[in-house]
């Protein structure tokens, strides 16, 4: 027998004790599973953490309460709600915690996990993407939890959105030919989601190992191989494994489903830098955005972009740049006022794109450099504001103005020229990059901001959905 499932209440804690003091691993620790064992225990440990709890109450002195035995109570077992006289005649004999009454009218019950050796690959709250794979493997692939039953499935509007991020589509690209199809293993019926989790896989079809052999006892600088051996003592070192960006085609799945919660916002990322060539101060039109290769709102600036990316591929080497995003009709309320404010949620969104460097929106670091006069947005008197320096976000929370945003990438860590790298014996020696790399990633990164943006934004829509509950 490979599994057993015990009920919680009927673990041996003794035994895994025991079992620990000898040297073997147990997941959770016994003394966590002592704790959620016994009520009295559990409650003693939310009270000295600081953890909200209903609070205790002694029931010789209070009429109304909950009485929750401390062992054996569960699946709705064990505990007595006592609102009058007559229940107080049927309380239980055994061991109990007794705590005050709640007036709950509906409860929202949220399962966060996270795997044993600490890493996650797992992002979200209630719209949760957990993905899988690597550049060289046999797919890459995700699942989606919590995306609601009975949403009509656009598949072109995916596959379209995968087009757009999916190597080989112009010369200043990776070459590496992907067709980038994704198949959907579950959680879509007849075209429309069940309310199951939603799996999908994305083969891989065009690898090269070959051009990554050398790769393989040496770290390149400024790139994730060194970090990853350093952490895992063992590392995929074949197109990057799982530091690779292939990894993003996930996002971008993800992200076109959830734009199917959030119709009517509008999200537009496009390239506003490559090198010190940018867009700034100029007239942007974002419907040319896709008409060239660099996804530039300005056709001028976009063709000077475009022929310096190609004389940087010529060179053998590669140069960083920005995506500008505009997001337009968030509702007012989305974000949460402490530790998941939406510009916090977007920041992390966007600093886990590969070869992200920074993050800022609304006025973000020129900002720093203004007088409170000049910086507050003053409001109308329909609730909007004159300017918008916030970025559609204050305190955390969107105020129905729009919001703005800009992801800085550095220059791709692989050069196609010879260059210093240590190798596993702790020497300095020389190798030259092979394989297929992009020269420059923002092009392609532009529909990757657009996809998280989208599963941020569609996140917070249901968290403020489950908020208003009524």
Avoid at 388 to 400: D, K, M, P, R, T
Wanted: glycine fraction near 10%.
């Amino acid at each position: 027998m490979d599994v057993i499932s015990i009920e919680i209440e009927q673990v041996n804690v003794q035994a895994l004790k025991k079992l620990k003091s000898e040297g073997k691993t147990i997941i959770p620790d016994p003394h966590v599973l002592e704790i959620i064992q016994d009520k009295g225990k559990q409650k003693d440990f939310y009270l000295k953490n600081n953890i909200p709890t209903a609070p205790l109450v002694n029931p010789d002195e209070t009429k109304q309460f909950v009485q929750k035995l401390n062992q054996g109570g569960y699946d709705g077992r064990g505990v007595l709600v006592v609102k009058d006289t007559k229940d107080h005649e049927n309380l239980f004999q055994e061991p109990s915690t007794f705590e005050a009454l709640a007036d709950i009218k509906k409860e929202l019950a949220l399962i966060g996990v996270q795997s044993p050796s600490d890493t996650l690959n797992a992002f979200g709250k209630l719209l949760r993407l957990t993905t899988f794979g690597e550049s060289h493997g046999p797919a890459i692939g995700g699942i989606i939890d919590g995306f609601p039953a009975g949403i009509s499935i656009d598949f072109e509007a995916i596959q379209d959105a995968l087009n757009r991020r999916k190597p080989g589509q112009s010369s200043i690209v990776t070459q590496r030919k992907e067709p980038d199809e994704v198949e959907f293993l579950s959680g879509i019926f007849e075209g429309k989601s069940t309310g199951a989790s939603i799996g999908f896989i994305i083969k891989n079809t065009n690898q090269k190992s070959k051009d990554y052999s050398h790769l393989k006892d040496v770290y390149r600088p400024s790139h994730a191989d060194y970090t990853y051996t350093q952490k895992y003592g063992h590392r995929d070192y074949r197109g990057g494994g799982r530091s690779s960006a292939r990894e993003t085609a996930n996002w971008v799945v993800a992200g076109a489903l959830a734009k199917h919660l959030i119709p009517e916002v509008v999200i537009t990322a496009y390239t506003s830098a490559v090198g010190t060539i940018h867009t700034d101060g100029k007239s942007l039109d974002f419907s040319i955005i896709e008409n060239n290769p660099v996804r530039c709102p300005h056709a001028e600036t976009a063709e000077e972009m475009e022929n310096f990316i190609k004389e940087i591929r010529k060179a053998g080497d590669t140069v960083g740049g920005i995506v500008s995003a505009k997001i337009e009709k968030v509702p007012m309320g989305w974000g949460e006022p402490i530790w998941d404010k939406l510009h916090a949620r977007l920041g992390q969104a966007m600093l886990s794109i590969n070869a992200v460097k920074g993050f800022e929106y609304g006025s973000g670091f020129q900002g720093a450099q203004l007088r409170g006069s000049e910086h507050n947005d003053l409001f109308t008197e329909d609730g909007r504001t004159q300017t918008n320096l916030s970025g559609g976000i204050q305190g955390g929370i969107s105020n129905g103005m729009d919001i703005y945003f800009k992801v800085a990438f550095k220059p791709v860590a692989t050069l196609q020229m010879p260059q210093e790298v240590l190798d596993a014996d702790g020497n300095l020696t020389e190798t030259i990059g092979r394989g297929r790399h992009d020269p420059c990633v923002v092009p392609r990164a532009v529909p990757i901001v657009e996809a998280l943006s989208a599963f941020v934004l569609a996140d917070f829509y249901l968290l403020h959905q489950a908020r208003n509950l009524k």
